[in-house]
């Protein structure tokens, strides 16, 4: 196999984050980062564009997310486009923001994060969100991980519970961040996005590799697979070289790093 010059090949596409996070929670946990500079990194990697929510609302503080989101909007512009927290045991707040504030900010869709909740994905506290959602045709995304862990709380980000959800919102959209975490589940993730057209695969994460791109586009087909970085949690690089040094054309790479998520979140940016 030939030699990649990874800074050559940058230069052939742009970017768009499907998946990062700014606030006082991600910046300290993670590398002592400012909002500043993660918004400065990213745009020296020629992100175009990044879709982002604040850590302090998946804490689950969704005044103070506003709070963030409105203050960095006037900062950034439309660099960033923001996803709204649900928290299920806030149910009737969550939607009373989300009702609220997405045609005053640029709105990009709902996170949630089940694990802090401690509530699987298929918990019926959900159904209020998935009704919302499905109704106004708006991206879900939800941290998915695998059950097979260490960790039993991941069990509740479980992306293979969302089955019987999709069977009462069949038109539901749900972004899946991280695609199930883990390389030994990636099989049973992808054979699920295969039987549901709405279904999408965010990756980012900690255990990727370059072949896992082609596996998806032979089995699932074009469309369902996005760049994402999880910064400041991750290193942007990982996930740029990952995409790079895959197996597959550089019109399939372009859709991954921009086409696919521009089109899911509706930026009219398609190229």
């Known amino acids: ?62 005044d103070a997310q506003i709070e963030e989101i409105i203050k960095n909007q006037k900062k950034f512009g439309d660099f960033i486009y923001w996803q709204l927290v649900y928290i299920a045991e806030q149910s009737e707040k969550s939607l009373d923001i989300i009702e609220k504030y997405r045609n005053k ?19 019926k506290k959900y159904y209020p969100l998935w009704e919302y959602a499905m109704a106004n045709d708006i991206v879900v995304a939800a941290h998915t991980w695998s059950p097979y862990t260490e960790n039993p709380k991941q069990f509740y980000s479980n992306p293979l519970l969302l089955e019987s959800v999709l069977k009462d919102f069949t038109n539901l959209k749900v972004l899946l961040v991280h695609s199930g975490g883990k390389a030994d589940f990636y099989d049973e993730v992808i054979e699920l996005v295969r039987k549901h057209d709405t279904l999408y695969m965010d990756f980012s994460g900690d255990c990727f590799y370059p072949p896992v791109f082609k596996k998806v586009l032979d089995r699932v087909g074009k469309g369902k697979s996005l760049f994402g970085t999880d910064m400041p949690m991750m290193d942007i690089r990982y996930h740029l070289s990952n995409v790079i040094a895959a197996d597959i054309s ?22």
């Open 1 to 62: 196999m030939a030699k990649i010059s990874i800074n050559e090949e940058l230069k052939k596409f742009k970017f768009i984050d499907s998946h990062m996070h700014l606030g006082v929670a991600a910046n300290t946990l993670y590398y002592k980062y400012s909002d500043d500079r993660v918004i400065e990194i990213q745009k020296k990697f020629n992100v175009e564009t990044t879709i982002c929510s604040q850590t302090i609302g998946i804490m689950g503080d969704l």
């Open 250 to 271: 550089d019109e399939d790479k372009k859709d991954i790093f921009y086409n696919n998520a521009a089109r899911l979140f509706k930026l009219d940016k398609v190229y």
């Open 105 to 123: 900010i640029n709105f990009a869709g709902i996170k949630i994060y089940s694990v802090g909740s401690e509530l699987g994905l298929d918990d």
